[in-house]
């Protein structure tokens, strides 16, 4: 997941780390995917992949922010104004500026209560997980462009039709 500072517990349990940045999951949820997703061959695995850029936006869920920046008002303002060149470089600025472990962990928390109300297959929430363990999360920078875009049409916007992966 996100950078964990050096000498610090990891949220997967394992020891401390020494040099190099923590990206793992808490052991809770690796055990809960590979359950989830046993028997499922790459090829499918990469079916699950292809859904995940859509996920936050059919199932409303979104990364949780206590207050709006100025990169993100110039975004939403972006969305506003349907400037898509200006608003994929501001979606850049705005996840590394919210991108850390706890929200990656409350977004994952999200997914898995989706599952468990039955709006998301396992597998689905699994390859989810996973996809959240990774750098540069196609699901994590969709769940906060799935914010900009709320905010945007809670103002009054219509949001232009963009698929927020790179």
Known sequence: MSEIRRRRPRPCGSRPKA?????????????????????????????????????PRALRIHVHLFAITPVMERAIQAIHDQDI????????AVVAEVDSPGRRIR?????????????????LAAAAILELDRMDSILFRSAVYSLLEGVSSDRGASPPNVNPTP
């Open 107 to 123: 977004l994952a928390r999200d997914v898995f209560g989706q599952r468990d109300q039955g709006h998301i297959r396992p597998e």
């Open 85 to 92: 060149p200006l608003l994929a470089d501001l979606l850049d």
């Open 19 to 55: 040099t190099r940045r923590c990206h793992c999951l808490p052991r809770p949820f690796r055990l809960a995917v590979s359950e989830d997703l046993a028997g499922i061959d790459e090829t499918g695995r990469l079916a699950l992949y292809e859904e995940l850029a859509y996920l």
